[in-house]
Each structure stands twice: as C-alpha cells, then as structure tokens.
C-alpha cells in the first residue's frame, strides 16, 4: 500500500466523521445530506478504478459500522459506484471544473437508487415511498455542489499523476 | 497484455469486495442482534463515542447558526405560540392531576403498572442516522446505565420510539416515524384501537384499522395502547390526528396524524426501563 492510498484512506476516515457528526445533524426538508456518496466518486474520478473500489468499500463498511441497514450494504454499494466512476477515467483529456459536480448528481442518485434496490430485496422495508425523490433530490444536489472541494480534496491527497480524470 | 491484465485487476478487486461485501450481508442477516457483526458494531461505536462528541461540540456553533438563520421566523412564531399554550395548560395541569390520582387508584386495583412510576434513565441524543431510510437516534447511555434492546424512548410529550441496538456506553433508537414502525394506538375519546406507521422523515403517520363508525376528531390525541404483547406500555402520547377520512366502500377509516413529539429538534430523552411481558 503506498503513500497515496494511505491519504486517500486517511481523507475518507475524515469525510465519514464529517458525515456522521455534521452533515448527519443538518437537515433539509426533513432530509440529510449524504456526503459519503461523494467519498468513491471523487476518488474514481481522481485515483481510478481500482483504488476507488477499495476506498469505497472501506468508506462503505465504516458507515456500515453506524447505520442500522445490513452490514455490508452499503460497502457493496460503494464499490460498484466506485468502479463506475473510475471509468470514466482516461475518457476525457481536459475536464471542466463543473464536470465533477454533474458527475456526483447523476452518480450520487444512481448510487442511491441501486442502495434502496438491494435493500428492498435483502431486507422487508418499504423504501420505495413518496419521500425517496425527496431523498434522491437533497443528496444528489448537495453532492454536486460538495464535489468540487472534495475533489480537490482527493486530488491532493493522490499523488500527481497522468492516469486520473481530473488532473 | 500489460494493459489486458491492467484492464482485468479492477474487475477482480471489484469480485473480491463484492463478495466480501454479500458474505457480510449474509452473516448479518443470520447472527441477529448477539452476532459479531453486531458486537463489532457495538465495539466501534464506544470507541467512536468521545471522537463524535469533541467533534459535534466543536461543530454545535456552526450547526445551530446554519439553523438559526433558516429558522428564525419560524422560531419567534413558535415562541409565542408555545407561550399561550403554557397558559392554557396551567389551568389543565390542576385537573389532570386529580384525574391522575383515579385513574393510578384503578391501575392499582387492577395490579397495571402506572406509567409515570416506570423507571426511566434520561439520556441525551448525540447523533441522529447518517443513513435516510433509517430514523434512528444515538444517545448517550448504554447497557452500563440499564438499558437493554426494547425499552420505550418518551420526552415530556410523548413517544419518541425504541431501543434498538445496545454498547457499553450508546444505545440506538428506532424512531416511531421510521417505515418499519408499528404501533398498537387507542383513541382518547372513544378507545378505538388503530395500528400507527411510520411513513419516514417529516411525513405524518398512518393509522389503520381504525373502527368505521366511532368518531376521530382532527387534533385529537392517540395514546399508546399497551395491548397484550405490545411493544409499549399504554397511556404514552404518541400523536395528534390530522386528517380523516372514509372514502366509500371501506370498512375502516384512513387516519393521518403528526407525532407529538418533535422528532428534528431532540436533546434529551426518558429510557423506560420496561419490556413488554409475553
């Protein structure tokens, strides 16, 4: 594991103690934001596929660690969203500073919708209720508008190099 | 070839965490609430705790500034109304308490436990879910305070939810907004008895089964029912009707109400130190 793995784990600690002692508290429209979506997005986008699998999943069982949903859950989530994200990497030579938030609100909602898919299948709860759209509205704007920081964030903690999208 | 095998080393990471990530699910979903999971789960969450509270204490300022500034009208305007409620209450609090008095004369009679003599460990909220399809509630005392997985969560107004999950020193609640909630409700002026579900975050609750022909009136208050087996002691307030209706050809009545409670705005709470007897 080297230097920038470490950060980059290091900064997804940071972001879920943010998520768990701020963002967790905030609420709008009855609704938190939920900044840990944004964790193997950014790194995907950042670090490519392969780390952005791993940080996802470790970001995912920590917040795992907390919740009452399945253990696992959202661990398996992250990583698929992490992958997905780190597939766009190589695609686009120079990238627009907004691309990074457009990329967090689709794949913040699309995370979203495949973590409420498998849980309505592992579990018995009802979570396709009116207040999902609510839901999927609040995250995913809140992420687009999180990403550029946090971006930012991941690419300082990534070591420089040519094989990112965001560079 | 090198970039065959650099094109394949994602996919493998991703079967490799996938399948991590299942067994976890499964072993989860098949320990129940004394597995290891769920012990790790309690281990992390003591360790967290200091971490959590240095942090939420240093970020409180920004959070009730960010919230001051939303809600500021709307706080002078509560303030007020609260004000003329407080009056207005003074004046039932001397009737209440000699109804108190018949009312514990006949649990006594019948050998039920009153309510207001049920232990209970005061505690304060710490963290609400970071997840939004779970409303639940961290506070700050656990298993070392007396508190197991089951027992009621009340204020001074009425029901807050559940414990559902234990440690050493936190304990989780399942609030009674969350969809997977289900309680036994009478109506105060009639008896009715209804079941009340949680319809999620800032949604009014539906209440079901609730007799075609009695009469529910908007604003009133629905109390816990304590049926045999029930998750709860009766007599808790647990909310106050907001709209009712019969649509034609049903044989009960559809019922909304808003928790007494305010859910979005909890400091501390009541553990009762009670569990309902099979």
Known sequence: ?167 | MAIARRASRPRFTLFVCALAAVTFITLDARDGTSGFIDTTKGVARDVYSPLQGAVDSALEPIRNAARGVRSQDQLEAENARLRQQLEDARGDALEAENNGRELRALYDLFNIRYLPDLPRVTARVIASTSSNFELTLAIDKGENDGIAVGMPVVTGSGLVGRVVETSQSRSTIAMITDPSSSIGVRVGSTGDIGVAKGTGPGQPMDVDLLDIILPVAVDEIMVTSGLQSGAYPAGIPVGSVRTTDTPPGQLTRNVTMNPVVDLNRLEFVQVLQWTSTP
């Open chain 1, 1 to 167: 594991m080297n230097l920038s793995t470490i950060r980059l784990l290091w900064l997804g600690s940071a972001l879920v103690v943010l998520q768990l002692t701020f963002f967790g508290n905030l609420q709008i429209a009855g609704v938190h934001p939920d900044l840990l979506f944004l964790v193997p997005i950014a790194a995907g986008l950042v670090a490519g596929s392969q780390r952005a699998i791993v940080i996802g999943f470790a970001v995912g069982m920590a917040a795992d660690l907390f919740n009452e949903t399945p253990f696992g859950l959202t661990a398996l989530t992250f990583s698929l969203l992490g992958h997905a994200a780190g597939m766009l990497d190589g695609k686009t030579i120079r990238a627009p500073w907004w691309l990074g938030g457009l990329f967090a609100l689709v794949g913040s909602a699309l995370g979203l919708i495949v973590w409420v898919v498998v849980a309505s299948v592992i579990t018995d709860r009802v979570l396709f209720t009116p207040s999902l759209l609510v839901v999927l509205l609040v995250v995913s704007a809140g992420n687009a508008l999180l990403a550029p920081p946090v971006v930012k964030m991941f690419q300082w903690a990534y070591a420089p190099r040519d094989d990112g999208l965001l560079r």
